[in-house]
């Protein structure tokens, strides 16, 4: 039950957080930003801190003269747990450096701030050779237009492995600038979402979960979990959604699942002969009002607007909240996000499920792929040559190729896995547990250019690998962005820029603020401010 003497004050107290938010992102187009954190020490990180390396000296220029010396390579990366992975001693990261003559230099920033640290280290004229981060903005495609970023159109035709192999079809071409490759685009598969719960919390209360659920499903699971003491400590301390409102970083992942699960179009759809904005839609503000009905019994989590990527786990690692729309390979124990819980909490067990029933009582899941996709790109300042460029791709597919792809993929013979007379790998529950503790099952997650899955050595599933297989299994189910790759570079970086007009009315029609007039008001300043322009633009070029 929601505390009345405390609501008040907490909505007034988020709301004040959401306005001095959205002016600093909107002042954030226009202003240049100087990084004054950017200037840490080198070397490889041991799990203890965030490592800021190849910041200065030679190093910073990558490359080698010597060929009996590794090549290095400088990159900017995103972590997504509470540390960066762990480079010390790390088999499999040391094995990658090894078998491709490489020394990766890393410097890694927490997720929800890489976008921030990537304009604030190309700003100030800092930028290493390979940069996560790389997003179609106009301030990127001004740092495209001036040279600041390498053109690949024509030397990654050299490489048919990164773009068959390690760029999905639906992103490739979204992913071009003014037709030219300057990003490459991170590979997702289109219906990874999943519905991430506590199974123990769930078998506590006796419940029953439909294979596939409903939205209605999901709304009773999110008030038995708050009202019906879950965690049976007899006290009134849990909530069931943990919905995340970063801007539109993280709806993709909570409320688009719900409103696609409602009926509506996944980001854009087709209604009638015209191409349409999904906020735009009868069953968009029937999400809205369920969620505002959430938030107002106190079924979803009260920090909602304000808590963010970085910490976007925390209420379930902290055992307030039950539930979350992530990777559904993010339930798997151990290796992914809830380790920390099941180790303090040995009676916490995860578990997830894929797809929605509409309202027509089809499968659906919004296809995560919106937009234009997310990358990396290698800078003209750092990276001198195309010599440089060419060791650089190499090393992409090196990497993923071979016996590198082996180790990144279930870990060092004898160490994560063994293999017997009759050449069969097993591995077991102690190397399975080493993998995770030593780094070797995450370090090359999110770094560079990856495979959707992993390939098939004969090792035996995992519970990642069951899900990978299901996951595989729904791209039939995927609710698509009708706008991929058919939005000009301008029209996208228009779309950015208005985001938070949605955004901002979106949560403040959540915590009773505004009602439903003043959000078709919010998406009247849309289209006045310049989405009309990009409506016109996709309804010239979309062809149901």
Known sequence: ??????????????????????????????VKTQDSSSSGGTGKNDGGQTQTTGQSGSSTTGGSSDSDKPYVITMLAPF??????IENGNPVYEFVEKQTGVDLQIT????????????????????????????VT????????????????????????ITEKLMNPTIEKSSLINGKRYIIPFNTPDARIGLVYRADWVENLGITLPEVMSVQDIYDLAKAFTENDPDRDGKNNTTGFNYVEDQDKEVVYGFDCIAVGLGAPNKWGYRDGKVVPYFDTPEYMDALKLLRDMYQKGYLIEEFATLGSGAKYNPILQERAGFMFTTATNAVYPGGKFDTLIATNPNARMDYKLLLL????????????????????LTTSKVKTEEDVRRILQFFVDAMSGECAKAIDIGIKDLHYSVGS??????????LQRRTNDGSSEIFASIIPRRLFADDWGQPLKPIDLINQKIAANQQYAIPDIS????????????NTL??????????????????????KAVQDWKDQGGQKIIDELQANYRP
């Open 499 to 520: 985001a938070p007009i949605i955004y901002d009315a979106r949560v403040k029609f959540i915590m009773g603020f505004i009602d439903e007039d003043g959000f078709k």
């Open 80 to 85: 997504y747990r509470q540390e960066p992975p």
């Open 138 to 161: 106009s301030s990127f495609i001004r740092m495209c237009e001036t040279g600041a970023i390498w053109d690949l159109t024509e030397i990654i035709k050299d490489y048919p492995y």
């Open 484 to 495: 991929v790759g058919l939005l000009s570079a301008e029209s996208l970086q228009t779309q």
């Open 108 to 135: 890694w920033v927490p997720n929800g701030e890489l976008e921030n640290k990537f304009n604030a280290m190309m700003a100030a004229n800092n930028a290493l050779m390979v940069m996560n981060g790389a997003n």
């Open 358 to 377: 509409d309202p027509n009582g089809n499968k659906v899941i919004n296809s995560n792929i919106t937009g234009a996709p997310g990358g990396i790109c």
């Open 422 to 431: 009759d050449g069969k790998i097993t591995v077991s529950d102690e190397q």
């Open 1 to 30: 039950m929601i505390r009345a003497n405390t609501r008040t004050a907490r909505k007034v107290t988020i709301l004040l957080c959401i306005i001095l938010s959205l002016c600093l992102f909107l002042s954030a187009c226009t």
